[in-house]
């Protein structure tokens, strides 16, 4: 199986000090994320999530903002084909605590709210289409590394653990339908990696 994961985060902090973020400071940027997978000539998936994002601190090493959110996936396999696409925005709220020698440990929360289009299509099938959204809150830990002052590398566990509500109406391809669906439900990645992250952030001081 050859698979290629890249997933690139971005971003700047004005107003920083050298080992904090003061109260005041601005917090800009964002994540671009790209991942494809081919198991074979037939069977192949791609994802691209965009998610800009600006903050400001409330207080030391506190940053509250929000941020906006776009991803685009394909998968292909067997004569069927998935697409989807969502846009979304929402607010976040990021804790540093500085653990000594450059480290430092980090906790974010996320509420968003999204659009979400999908569609399946098959050859001799009854194919259908998918539109509703959905409101989540999620929660992911993370380790940074100050390589200096302005430089810093990041692991995290992204969404590991999320609570979220959705809404779903279907249209068949026959004209059956649209059938709606609601739900609600928690979720974890704690029992794989799918949510791992790396990511790398920049920080310009005063």
Do not use: W
């Not at 904090?20 to 081919?38: P, Y």
């Not at 980090?106 to 399946?120: D, R, T, V």
């Not at 990645?189 to 990511?199: R, Y």
């Amino acid at each position: 199986m050859k698979k290629i994961l890249l997933s690139i985060v971005f971003m700047l902090t004005l107003g920083a000090a050298k080992s904090q973020i003061k109260k005041g400071a601005h917090f800009t940027g964002g994540s671009l994320g790209i991942s494809t997978q081919k198991t074979n000539a037939d069977n192949k998936n791609y994802s691209l999530t965009i998610s800009p994002a600006y903050g400001r601190a409330i207080q030391t090493n506190l940053i509250v903002g929000g941020e906006a959110q776009f991803s685009n996936s394909e998968s292909e396999g067997g004569g069927v084909i998935n697409r989807s696409s969502l846009y979304g925005v929402g607010i976040f709220i990021r804790k540093y605590k500085e653990l000594g020698k450059g480290f430092y440990l980090f906790g974010q929360a996320n509420l968003s709210g999204s659009i979400i289009k999908s569609s399946y299509s098959q050859i001799f099938s009854n194919n259908y289409s998918d539109r509703g959204f959905a409101i989540v809150t999620t929660f992911y830990p993370g380790v940074s590394y100050a390589i200096n002052n302005k430089l810093h590398l990041e692991c995290g566990l992204n969404n590991i653990l999320s609570i979220g509500y959705s809404e779903n109406k279907r249209q068949y391809s026959n004209s059956s339908g649209p059938f709606k669906t609601k739900n609600f439900g928690l979720a974890s990645n704690l029992s794989n990696f799918a949510g791992l992250t790396v990511g790398v952030r920049f920080l310009l001081n005063r």
